[in-house]
């Protein structure tokens, strides 16, 4: 009961009371930033492929290669040093689970608060939509759009905003239907105060935290659909070294014995997915006001 | 109840033509259609017959027309790749599909939601911890990743699971199938787990929330407080209330199941329609492509239809009215 | 033969210094602290508490049925029929509940399980202590609904819950606990949540039935009026521990604990009208007067042709939304249409300046729709309400309200405050957006607007949740009046508060409405508080006015049929008994 405690402070607090999601925080906040930070930290560019030398190639973690310093985690096929290719791989990851994940949200909470707002026949119209494409898989709709305009990282980011708004549309519009029922939105209503005011301070705020949630489980399937469309090869092109293409790269090595090429970017991606969920998780379970002792 | 089904048939209805004018706005439109319709290398008196008989100089909404009545008549083309008629090459690949897909959803079924149940029930519990650890594991693996482990550890190190093909199959009703044999049964296990292994996670965690939040309502207190035994609060009342949701769930992850049946197949060498769209994406057979998709199309609308059915069978709110 | 002896004075349940604890992680709440009472067979004890006085978990604990984190504490003892029952094994424990103790909750609508038959449920029951066959099951299922009075019992057997309204739920739960004859029924505030007309019902059979099965009975309540029409003991609980207990006349009429003296005096029905209640608990010294207002905004001229306050023929009709395909199917007849629900029927009233109105009414009878819509919240489907000859709604298709000079307070202050704002800039919101203040004074305003409604002006940077319910409500006041209203419209602020945190909102509300000369629209199911506050009344029932007049002339004269059932239904306390004593 001290004036420094708000909504968002309890929360925070909370959180930390919960040690498996407070370190899969932290090692979402490592990843986004060594994913950052990878041109500074990474020993080679793998883009540039001047650099890379064949007789690098396929070399098991620990060799030392032709640009003098140790390949933590060995080389790829073309002679990539893999810690650096995985850096930059993440750094992939994040910018399209980012981009996405983030006009996803814009665009779904948009149209779901405002069909919940309005409500009637538009309302219906367009929440019939949204259902109609939940009901279609992210990677189908990502292999349409592929059809249709061709691959290429602004295909892929276009196809996952096309397939994950509409979870976000969903949730904003339950979220905000139940808020807009509520006594304090009739109270802003019966001020009068204006309508844009009472959506944008009132019922939008309100309706953040489960789209939060929401924000954090798309973004690790964004992440994990981009790698399993790369790796199909229908996601990015092949110049783009993404960790579904390394990982595809290292599977005909996979059977000989080369298991470096495609484990370690897997275990990084894993492990950006497991605490991008554990931390999901755990914002839904605090939500959850049933649950709340 | 009649004007349920008869709105839902009328949605689907709406929702099948609103599919065929995206795929045809999206593969004809789009795209050049002649490149659609004939191989590349085709001469330019072939190419001028096919505008012809296409009917590609009409305005576009007569194209979509005569777009719509191909489709009706099951034409949808030649596949340059095969060489052979779309609809029967769908045909051919559909059944290996469709037995992975429905063996992987029963296995996440009937495994993820005694599971689900169980960690619901009692949510404190180490076994139950261990659960869901499992199952966020699960559920943030990629299927393709999986997939490499399972080749790598079963097929690779072991040596004791094949890492691909259908095995030997059976016939019948005219169809192959391989979950008859001995050996297909082998050839199946391993892909149909990989399937699996999201959904099971998905299933365990929808389940264990349902009876988590079953378990805490006055239903289940007053249910103990009128000396019920646990077995029967379990078996009786939260199985019934769960079932609901799980129904409506089920009917959607069978149809996400199947789209992602394409990594699986690729993965280990399934020869269903997964590979076939791939391929036929990577090679650009267009036919192909329209052709899955309006057949997936059509799959989740008969899906969706039959969820709704049994929902409403289900749950006596929608089946009775208010007295 | 001794132990025979024993027996016959042996008490059918005895509680004796009964703790039952929550170890959270924030400590531990001692929820029932050292209860003690006893209880003969085929007695009725009421339990008597405000909202956190441990009156339910009390009854819980008695039935085994405490949840993790809570724990019945060592030392604790609860005999029945001389057996100790805390710490027995689970199926032990099971075997006892539903066979000697059986429980009726409060909720009908989230009792019933809503996917089983009512004949399954009985089943289940029924199985639980004994074996019977289908065809058994199914007539004893069928004797039970008859027992609690429902109707046609043959077919609604087959019926599920929510084919039942609330009343006759609660009747299939009562049947529920009665199968076996229990020795102990514990019922926690069983028609709370129920119309009174209902719960006069429920509590006229629940006597019967508690005779004719002979069975002991624990009526856990926040009214002292319900309890005092049934029960022959009564208990008052406050944090945990039992302040008062005796016989429900002596407690009642004779009160021994200052907390039962309050909790009496709090109840508008042993006051005065329009006097100011619990006056002698007197902690209070007056708050200090609101804000003047700011006479820019004060009063068009009073015209004396056209009633001050005036609604006109108002109908509100609700549509269930079934989508855009259902629309198109019902246009070309394929689809049924969808029933209109008439909330309010062509409803005409007219208030003067000053008045306070009371809307009284059953759920469903449409009372908060027509507030809403006096409140111009809701758009009429039909009618008009003025304002001194101005419409407080503009017109046409998207119609909303503009004018300022009526506002609303909401019924659950847990609800009606935006969680995420300070409480400060819940009640400059309005002020700042009609430029009622300017920003520069606005955190003076709300200090004073705080320090008028009895709260300290420093809360003004704190968030809701960070108030009790009677705060809130005062915040929410506040708000209400921050907006230099001329008519307030109160939709039910009492109904979920403590009769104690009750009679201080109703002192504020009739001290505020003195000073600020407002006219009040107050909604109520709560016929006494209607009656303490209001000079006339309207009463609804299914849309329509039945009845409206003057306050006294309507309570001692009902003309209309529904008046009176709904009068009669109030339980009262034993009032008149006390003044023939003194």
């Given at each position: 009961m001290t004036n420094a405690s708000s909504p968002w402070r309890d929360f925070f607090v909370e959180f930390s009371r919960n040690r498996v999601a407070l370190a899969a925080g932290i090692v979402t906040l490592l990843i986004v930033v060594v994913a950052l930070a990878a041109p500074l930290i990474a020993p080679q560019d793998p883009y540039d492929l001047a650099r890379l030398a064949l007789r690098d190639a396929r070399r098991a973690p620990g060799f030392v290669g032709s640009g003098g310093y140790v390949h933590l985690l060995g080389t790829d096929s073309q002679g990539r040093d893999l810690l650096s290719a995985i850096l930059y791989g993440l750094r992939i990851s994040l910018q399209i689970g980012a981009i996405s994940g983030a006009v996803a949200f814009t665009v779904g909470a948009l149209v779901g608060t405002s069909a919940a707002y309005i409500g009637g026949r538009v309302e219906s119209l367009l929440m019939r939509i949204v259902d109609l494409q939940l009901s279609f898989p992210a990677i189908l709709l990502a292999f349409v759009i592929a059809a249709i305009l061709g691959q290429g990282r602004y295909q892929l980011i276009l196809a996952l905003i096309f397939a994950q708004y509409a979870y976000f549309a969903r949730t904003a519009h339950g979220a905000a239907s139940a808020e807009r029922q509520k006594d304090y939105v009739e109270a802003a209503l019966s001020v009068p105060l204006k309508a844009r005011r009472v959506v944008l301070r009132h019922i939008l705020p309100n309706s953040l935290p489960p789209l939060i949630v929401v924000a954090t489980v798309q973004v690790a399937s964004a992440i994990s659909l981009e790698a399993t469309l790369s790796f199909l090869g229908v996601g990015l092109p092949p110049t783009e070294p993404s960790l579904g293409m390394l990982i595809a790269n290292g599977f005909q090595y996979l059977l000989s014995g080369r298991y470096w090429i495609s484990i370690y970017p897997g275990i990084a991606l894993i492990i950006f997915i497991v605490s991008l969920n554990l931390v999901g998780d755990q914002i839904r379970d605090q939500l959850n006001p049933r649950l709340q002792k | 109840m009649f004007s349920f089904i008869f709105q839902r048939l009328f949605q689907a209805g709406l929702v099948v033509i609103a599919m065929s004018v995206l795929v045809f706005c999206g593969v004809f439109a789009v795209g050049n259609p002649i490149d659609v319709l004939i191989s590349p290398d085709a001469t330019q008196e072939i190419r001028a017959q096919v505008i012809a008989r296409y009917g590609l100089d009409l305005p576009l909404w007569q194209q979509y027309l005569q777009f719509a009545s191909r489709l009706l008549h099951g034409d949808f083309g030649t596949s340059f790749i095969y060489g052979m008629p779309v609809g029967s090459l769908i045909l051919s690949r559909l059944p290996a599909t469709l037995e992975l897909t429905i063996f992987a959803v029963l296995l996440a079924s009937c495994i993820g939601i005694p599971l689900g149940v169980y960690a619901g029930y009692k949510p404190q519990s180490p076994a139950a911890r261990i659960i869901m650890g499992a199952s966020i594991l699960g559920f943030s693996v990629p299927t393709f990743w999986f997939g490499l482990m399972l080749i790598m550890v079963f097929a690779v190190q072991c040596g004791c699971m094949p890492a691909g093909g259908r095995g030997d199959t059976v016939s019948l009703f005219g169809v192959e199938w391989s979950f008859l044999t001995a050996n297909g049964m082998k050839h199946l296990l391993l892909p149909a787990i990989n399937l699996a292994l999201f959904k099971l996670s998905m299933m365990i965690r929808l389940a264990r929330a349902g009876t988590r939040e079953i378990m805490l309502s006055d239903t289940v207190k007053f249910a103990r407080a009128a000396g019920l035994s646990e077995r029967t609060i379990l078996t009786r009342h939260v199985m019934k209330l769960i079932s609901i949701p799980l129904v409506t769930v089920f009917g959607l992850e069978f149809g996400s199941t199947l789209a992602f049946a394409v990594v699986t197949e690729t993965i280990f060498s399934w020869p269903g329609l997964g590979k076939l769209i791939i391929d036929s994406i990577t090679s650009l057979d267009r036919p192909v492509m329209v052709a899955y998709l309006m057949l997936v199309a059509l799959l989740f609308i008969i899906i969706n239809l039959s969820v709704d059915l049994v929902y409403a069978l289900l749950d006596p709110r929608l089946r009775k009215g208010r007295a | 033969m001794m132990a025979k002896a024993a027996e016959m004075t042996t008490p059918l349940l005895q509680v004796s210094d009964l703790k039952t604890y929550f170890h959270t992680s924030r400590g531990v709440m001692k929820a029932v602290d050292g209860v003690s009472f006893s209880l003969a067979p085929g007695e009725v004890m009421g339990l008597v508490g405000e909202s956190g006085s441990g009156k339910s978990i009390t009854g819980f604990s008695i039935i085994g049925l405490i949840d993790q984190p809570g724990r019945i504490e060592s030392g604790s003892s609860i005999r029945l029929e001389g057996r100790e029952i805390v710490g027995l094994p689970a199926d032990q424990l099971r075997a006892i509940r539903g066979k000697t103790i059986s429980m009726v909750f409060q909720d009908p609508m989230m009792t019933l399980n809503p996917v089983l038959s009512i004949e399954t449920q009985i089943r289940l029951a029924l199985e639980a202590h004994e074996k019977v066959s289908a065809a058994e099951a199914r007539k004893r299922a069928i004797a039970a609904l008859a027992q609690v009075r429902i109707p046609d019992p043959e077919q609604k057997v087959d019926f599920y819950p929510h084919q039942f309204s609330g009343g006759m739920r609660q009747r299939v739960a009562i049947a529920i606990a009665l199968l076996h004859k229990p020795r102990l029924v514990i019922a926690d505030e069983p028609t709370t949540a129920l119309d009174v007309s209902v719960q006069a019902e429920i509590l006229a059979e629940m006597k019967e039935l508690v005779k004719e099965i002979g069975t002991a009975l624990i009526w856990i309540s926040h009214d002292l009026a319900t309890v005092a029409s049934i029960a022959d003991h009564v208990a008052v609980m406050k944090t945990g521990r039992i302040v008062e207990a005796g016989p429900t006349m002596d407690v009642l009429l004779k009160p021994q604990h200052p907390y039962t003296r309050g909790l009496l005096?709090?109840?508008?029905?042993?006051?005065?009208?329009?006097?100011?209640?619990?006056?002698?608990?007197?902690?209070?010294?007056?708050?200090?007067?609101?804000?003047?207002?700011?006479?820019?905004?004060?009063?068009?001229?009073?015209?004396?042709?056209?009633?001050?306050?005036?609604?006109?023929?108002?109908?509100?009709?609700?549509?269930?939304?079934?989508?855009?395909?259902?629309?198109?199917?019902?246009?070309?007849?394929?689809?049924?249409?969808?029933?209109?629900?008439?909330?309010?029927?062509?409803?005409?009233?007219?208030?003067?300046?000053?008045?306070?109105?009371?809307?009284?009414?059953?759920?469903?009878?449409?009372?908060?729709?027509?507030?809403?819509?006096?409140?111009?919240?809701?758009?009429?489907?039909?009618?008009?309400?003025?304002?001194?000859?101005?419409?407080?709604?503009?017109?046409?298709?998207?119609?909303?309200?503009?004018?300022?000079?009526?506002?609303?307070?909401?019924?659950?202050?847990?609800?009606?405050?935006?969680?995420?704002?300070?409480?400060?800039?819940?009640?400059?919101?309005?002020?700042?957006?009609?430029?009622?203040?300017?920003?520069?004074?606005?955190?003076?305003?709300?200090?004073?607007?705080?320090?008028?409604?009895?709260?300290?002006?420093?809360?003004?940077?704190?968030?809701?949740?960070?108030?009790?319910?009677?705060?809130?409500?005062?915040?929410?006041?506040?708000?209400?009046?921050?907006?230099?209203?001329?008519?307030?419209?109160?939709?039910?602020?009492?109904?979920?508060?403590?009769?104690?945190?009750?009679?201080?909102?109703?002192?504020?509300?009739?001290?505020?409405?003195?000073?600020?000369?407002?006219?009040?629209?107050?909604?109520?199911?709560?016929?006494?508080?209607?009656?303490?506050?209001?000079?006339?009344?309207?009463?609804?029932?299914?849309?329509?006015?039945?009845?409206?007049?003057?306050?006294?002339?309507?309570?001692?004269?009902?003309?209309?049929?529904?008046?009176?059932?709904?009068?009669?239904?109030?339980?009262?306390?034993?009032?008149?008994?006390?003044?023939?004593?003194?």
């Open positions: - | - | 005096d709090a109840l508008p029905s042993r006051s005065e009208p329009g006097a100011l209640l619990a006056r002698n608990s007197g902690d209070s010294e007056p708050d200090p007067a609101p804000p003047p207002r700011r006479e820019a905004a004060a009063k068009a001229p009073a015209r004396a042709d056209v009633p001050y306050f005036a609604i006109d023929g108002v109908s509100k009709q609700f549509r269930r939304n079934t989508g855009l395909v259902h629309a198109l199917g019902e246009k070309i007849g394929l689809a049924r249409p969808v029933p209109v629900v008439n909330a309010v029927d062509k409803v005409s009233l007219t208030l003067s300046r000053g008045d306070a109105l009371g809307l009284v009414g059953e759920s469903g009878s449409g009372k908060s729709t027509l507030g809403r819509m006096a409140a111009g919240i809701y758009v009429p489907t039909a009618g008009t309400v003025r304002l001194q000859g101005e419409q407080v709604m503009s017109s046409g298709r998207s119609a909303r309200k503009i004018t300022t000079r009526i506002q609303t307070i909401f019924q659950d202050p847990f609800a009606s405050l935006d969680p995420r704002m300070h409480i400060g800039d819940c009640i400059s919101e309005g002020p700042l957006a009609h430029g009622l203040v300017k920003r520069a004074q606005a955190g003076e305003y709300v200090r004073q607007w705080l320090a008028a409604v009895g709260l300290d002006p420093a809360f003004a940077g704190r968030y809701p949740h960070q108030f009790s319910g009677g705060q809130r409500q005062r915040v929410a006041i506040a708000r209400a009046l921050a907006m230099q209203p001329d008519i307030v419209v109160c939709d039910e602020p009492v109904a979920s508060l403590d009769v104690s945190i009750q009679a201080q909102i109703i002192n504020l509300l009739i001290r505020l409405r003195q000073e600020l000369n407002l006219t009040l629209i107050f909604i109520s199911h709560d016929l006494s508080v209607v009656r303490h506050l209001c000079d006339r009344v309207a009463i609804m029932y299914r849309g329509r006015i039945v009845e409206a007049g003057e306050t006294a002339d309507i309570y001692d004269n009902p003309k209309d049929d529904y008046t009176r059932r709904l009068l009669a239904a109030v339980p009262v306390l034993p009032q008149a008994a006390e003044e023939a004593v003194l």
